[in-house]
């Protein structure tokens, strides 16, 4: 059955053209660097060898974000319900969803799980499930981040308004994807706030955006959580 994002995969550029989106980051590299940085640190803050890691994407896209983190950790795999956006990336150990509630591997499979963008596509009553199945598929001790946009925060509104495919999105707040984290069974669940500042600041005064984390205004946000 054909996904959403099948009818956008050819043109992923051209639909995410937004002029505030652009005055944040030229060629929108910078988002993936700073969750990257994000997902690196927070690892680490955990003690976590990060060479030891398999890391599964759900709803990787175009496999942005896998191939930054690819250099450091143990293995990426990526899977996403739409088969045109998983063409773009055939460098990348990937498997479509067939079925967008059900993850297609074994239970226990993977150190590390990523959802960036994701959840606003889909719909509020198939969260628990995508969520539970996180759980499932996560190795216990496993991290779960989930990153989306801030629906607090004005310009991301805006730029969610403005861009054709996120026409049928639905923004959640943070406080929303703790309830789905928590109602899977993670624990240690940990927010933190980012993308206050566009890349050229932010390359200047990356401790402003560390001192505001916990202020939930910033254009992001990232919920990671830890499976017992
Ligand atoms: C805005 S894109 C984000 C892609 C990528 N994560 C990124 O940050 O560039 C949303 C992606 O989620 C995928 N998606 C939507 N619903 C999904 C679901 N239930 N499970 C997995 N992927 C899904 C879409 O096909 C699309 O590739």
């Given at each position: 059955m054909a996904s959403e994002f099948d009818q956008y995969a050819s043109d992923y550029e051209a639909m995410q053209k937004d002029p505030l989106r652009h005055s944040f980051s030229k060629d929108g590299t910078f988002f993936f660097e700073r969750k990257w940085l994000l997902i690196r640190s927070y690892l680490a803050s955990l003690g976590?060898?990060?060479?030891n890691v398999s890391w599964l994407d759900i709803g990787c896209g175009k496999g942005e974000l896998l191939r930054l983190g690819r250099p450091e950790v143990a293995s990426i795999t990526g899977c996403d319900v739409s088969t045109a956006m998983l063409e773009l990336c055939p460098d990348i150990a990937s498997r479509p969803m067939?079925?967008?509630?059900?993850?297609p591997f074994p239970d226990q499979s993977f150190d590390l799980l990523t959802a960036v963008c994701v959840y606003h596509h889909v719909a509020p009553d198939g969260r628990a499930a995508l969520t539970r199945e996180a759980a499932r598929v996560l190795r216990p001790g496993g991290v779960f981040a989930i990153i989306e946009h801030n629906p607090l925060n004005p310009a991301t509104r805006l730029i969610v308004r403005r861009l054709p495919m996120d026409r049928h999105a639905i923004l959640l707040g943070s406080w929303e994807t703790r309830r789905w984290l928590r109602a899977a069974g993670f624990v240690s669940l940990d927010t933190t706030y980012f993308l206050?500042?566009?890349e050229k600041p932010f390359r200047m005064f990356s401790g402003l955006e560390t001192a505001l984390k916990r202020v939930p205004l910033g254009g992001q946000y990232a919920v990671f959580a830890r499976k017992q």
């Open positions: 976590r060898d990060l060479s067939t079925d967008p509630e059900r993850l206050y500042l566009p």
